[in-house]
């Protein structure tokens, strides 16, 4: 079946800094894969997705994530964050046409 | 650009009510969906719905729980008596054909508060 693991559930990081927020799925195929940022309150924004050719794809607020395979990972990266980037985000997993599977979460806090 | 729509965005109801959650999905897609999420958990599958039949559903998604597409237009998702734990963030899903890259498009969610 499949499963998403996002094994930090809060990440703070100071303005400016880079980021990496990790995913990782469990999956027999190749599967599509999404990144949504929610922000408190809101509903789901897309930043990126992947489904097939280049690993590393770009998205929105200046969001990049790269598939890699061999690690069954999807990780999502900025290489500098802004304040208001602080939000909730979540790693998903789908196929076809069939359910979404959400991890659970990881909540960002930017610092000054 | 086209989204999908749901109303109300918030509802508050006694346990034990019935309460209708609307979506209006993109309006040349197939596939709908419902999801929920208690609040500070993750997002969960409700169901899925194409041609007019549930074509998946999970385990939260038992009896209480019925959907329709009474119209071309509307999504519907049912709660027959809703439950303390029925509070939740609900979130309706639509996805176009396989060609569309399989990406379900969220509307803004309807937050339910069950008293």
Redesign the interface.
């Given at each position: 079946a499949q499963s998403v693991t996002q094994p930090d559930i809060h990440i703070t990081v100071s303005e400016g800094a880079s980021l990496e927020l990790r995913c990782n799925y469990s999956y027999g195929a190749t599967p599509?894969l999404?990144w949504?940022v929610q922000s408190p309150?809101?509903?789901?924004q897309?930043l990126l997705?992947y489904?097939s050719g280049d690993t590393l794809v770009q998205g929105i607020k200046g969001f990049e994530a790269e598939f890699k395979r061999s690690q069954s990972s999807f990780n999502l990266r900025k290489p500098s964050v802004h304040w208001s980037d602080a939000a909730e985000y979540?790693c998903?997993v789908?196929?076809?046409?069939?359910?979404?599977?959400?991890?659970?979460?990881t909540r960002l806090t930017v610092k000054p | 650009e086209p989204e999908v729509t749901q109303t109300p965005s918030h509802q508050v109801t006694q346990m034990g009510q019935e309460v209708i959650l609307r979506c209006v999905p993109i309006s040349n897609h197939l596939y709908f969906y419902w999801y929920r999420q208690i609040l500070g958990q993750k997002v969960e599958f409700l169901v899925s719905f194409y041609n007019n039949e549930i074509s998946e559903k999970s385990e939260i998604f038992d009896d209480q729980f019925s959907v329709e597409r009474p119209d071309g237009s509307n999504f519907t998702l049912k709660i027959r008596s809703t439950k303390l734990e029925d509070s939740a963030m609900y979130f309706c899903a639509s996805q176009g054909l396989v060609g569309s890259y399989n990406e379900q498009f969220f509307g803004p969610g309807t937050r339910l508060t069950v008293l």
């Open positions: 599509y999404f949504y309150g809101q509903g789901l897309l997705k489904f979540f998903a789908g196929e076809g046409n069939n359910d979404m599977r959400f991890g659970a979460g | -």
